[in-house]
């Protein structure tokens, strides 16, 4: 059984930077897929990055060279720097996993994840 449990939100000014952590337990797969997704009021909830076992990584274009996703080497622990926060990147971001093996590249569309952690909230301020 996959978990997930995100940490490291938090409220900071624009400008600033924070850093998610998502301690993942139960990902047998040698090869998997995980991502960082958030959700703000009102909107739908959208892929900011993934990365793959090979450590690929995929960005949605807000974040690119803002925000870098990392895991460690026993796949236990991903993690989402964000630097340069704006007030766009507010909301509630969550940790995703694929529980089966995955061969594939990165994905952003959250129907390729069937596992979700509770996400940790991010508030920007202007």
């Known amino acids: 059984q996959v978990q997930l449990v995100e940490s490291g939100g938090g409220s900071v000014q624009a400008g600033g930077s924070l850093r998610l952590s998502c301690a993942a337990s139960?990902?047998?797969?040698?090869?998997?897929?995980m991502g960082w997704f958030r959700q703000a009021p009102g909107k739908e909830r959208e892929g900011v990055a993934s990365?793959?076992?090979?450590?690929?990584?995929t960005y949605e274009d807000s974040v690119k060279g803002r925000f870098t996703i990392s895991k460690d080497s026993d796949k236990t622990t991903m993690f989402l720097q964000m630097n340069s926060l704006k007030s766009e990147d507010s909301g509630m971001y969550y940790c995703?996993?694929?529980?089966?093996?995955?061969?594939?590249?990165?994905?952003?569309?959250?129907?390729?994840?069937?596992?979700w952690g509770q996400g940790t909230q991010v508030t920007v301020s202007s």
């Open positions: 995703a996993a694929r529980s089966s093996t995955w061969y594939g590249s990165g994905r952003l569309g959250k129907n390729w994840y069937n596992r």
């Open positions: 139960g990902i047998t797969a040698s090869r998997y897929l």
């Open positions: 990365i793959v076992s090979d450590g690929n990584t």
